[in-house]
């Protein structure tokens, strides 16, 4: 079965750093593009990053180019999203999503992880 | 930065009507050498991750009812719900190439 598991996620203050982990299973996570995807409280989805098969290919949403960091273990079967200079916007629920390489939609989502950005 | 809009917001159906979502990109997704839209329609229902509807603008995910389709090219697509059932009952998002989302269209009973 395939499973996408976030993890990371919590309170954290205006200005400090945070890192996201997605585990994947029951699938090789090397076979796919994988993504963040964040959902503010009330509000729709926001693409935030991806990367590709080999971490050869990254793009960034334009509102968390330089403050966010996506990466990738293939041997982990892991993604990260290392989260620097944190704003109280950015309190959300984050997603990891697994894109078949090239074909531009998600197949898979996890449940998320909440982070709430707040004094 | 390609911008996609969704009309209406909200709409209320009865059940067994039709529900018809349109969505708009501010550039073309039809990519020309293999001739696909790459425009993708997902359900999302509270408490739940978004599952994804159609993709290719009109091609139904695995168990996806064929109550959904998806139409269009280019800049303009629709999704459309023929007979709605209570377990539709969700906010649907169009995406861009992988990306940019529509703000969401809220589907309810009327």
């Known amino acids: 079965e395939v499973q996408l598991v976030e993890s990371g996620g919590g309170l954290v203050q205006p200005g400090r750093s945070l890192r996201l982990s997605c585990a994947g299973s029951g699938f090789n996570l090397d076979d796919y593009a994988m993504h963040w995807v964040r959902q503010a409280p009330g509000k729709g989805l926001e693409w935030v990053a991806v990367i590709s098969r080999d971490s050869g290919s990254i793009v960034y949403a334009d509102f968390v180019k330089g403050r966010f960091t996506i990466s990738r273990d293939n041997a982990k079967n892991s993604l990260y999203l290392q989260m620097n200079s944190l704003r109280p916007e950015d309190t959300a629920l984050y997603y990891c999503?697994?894109?078949?390489?090239?074909?531009?939609?998600?197949?898979?989502w996890g449940q998320g992880t909440l982070v709430t950005v707040s004094s | 930065d390609i911008v996609m809009t969704q009309s209406p917001d909200s709409l209320a159906v009865s059940l067994g009507e039709r529900a018809t979502i349109n969505c708009k990109s501010s550039?073309?997704?039809?990519?020309?050498?293999?001739?696909?839209?790459?425009l993708t329609w997902y359900q999302h229902k509270p408490g739940q991750p978004p599952k994804l509807l159609i993709y290719?603008?009109?091609t139904r995910a695995s168990g996806v009812p064929d109550r959904f389709s998806g139409s269009g090219s280019g800049a303009d697509f629709t999704l459309t719900i023929s007979s709605l059932q209570a377990e539709d009952v969700a906010v649907y998002y169009c995406q861009q190439y992988g990306k940019t989302f529509g703000q969401g269209t809220k589907v309810e009973i009327k």
């Open positions: 290719w603008a009109s």
């Open positions: 999503a697994k894109e078949p390489n090239g074909y531009f939609f998600y197949d898979y």
């Open positions: 550039q073309s997704l039809l990519f020309s050498s293999n001739n696909k839209n790459y």
